[in-house]
Nanobody, 119 residues
Framework: QVRLVESGGGSVQPGESLRLSCTVS?????MGWFRQAPGKEREGVAS???????YYADFVRGRFIISKDTAKNTLDLQINNLRTEDTAMYYC????????????????WGQGTQVTVSS
C-alpha cells in the first residue's frame, strides 16, 4: 500500500518560490502533483515516471520543476515565480503503471498542502 505525505506549502507573495515535497512509502511507478483551486476542477501539474520521463502541464512549463530524491524517497516540486492563479491545494499522487497528467493513472493520493499566493 502506497502512502504519501506532502509538505512545503505556505503563503507567499507573487514572484516568490516554494518547494513542495512528498514523502513516499510503498512501490509506485508514476508519481505526480495535482492541484485544485476553490471552485475549480483538479488539474494535473507535473508527473514523473519510474524511468525518469517528466510531464508538465502547459501552464507551468518553465516555472515548475519536478524531481525525485531517491535517497530520501521524496518527490519534489520546485515552484518559481509564483502567481496569484497558482493558489490551490496541491496533492501528491502515485500510480502503478502508466504515467502522465490524467488522474485515472493514479490510485493513491496524499492529503494535500495549501499554496496561497497574494500580495
Amino acid at each position: 500500500q502506497v502512502r504519501l505525505v506532502e509538505s512545503g506549502g505556505g503563503s507567499v507573495q507573487p514572484g516568490e518560490s516554494l518547494r513542495l515535497s512528498c514523502t513516499v512509502s510503498g512501490y509506485t511507478n508514476c508519481m505526480g502533483w495535482f492541484r485544485q483551486a476553490p471552485g475549480k476542477e483538479r488539474e494535473g501539474v507535473a508527473s514523473m515516471s519510474g524511468g525518469g520521463s517528466k510531464y508538465y502541464a502547459d501552464f507551468v512549463r518553465g516555472r515548475f520543476i519536478i524531481s525525485k530524491d531517491t535517497a530520501k524517497n521524496t518527490l519534489d516540486l520546485q515552484i518559481n515565480n509564483l502567481r496569484t492563479e497558482d493558489t490551490a491545494m496541491y496533492y501528491c499522487a502515485a500510480g502503478p503503471r502508466s504515467c502522465g497528467l490524467y488522474s485515472r493513472y493514479f490510485n493513491a493520493w496524499g492529503q494535500g498542502t495549501q499554496v496561497t499566493v497574494s500580495s
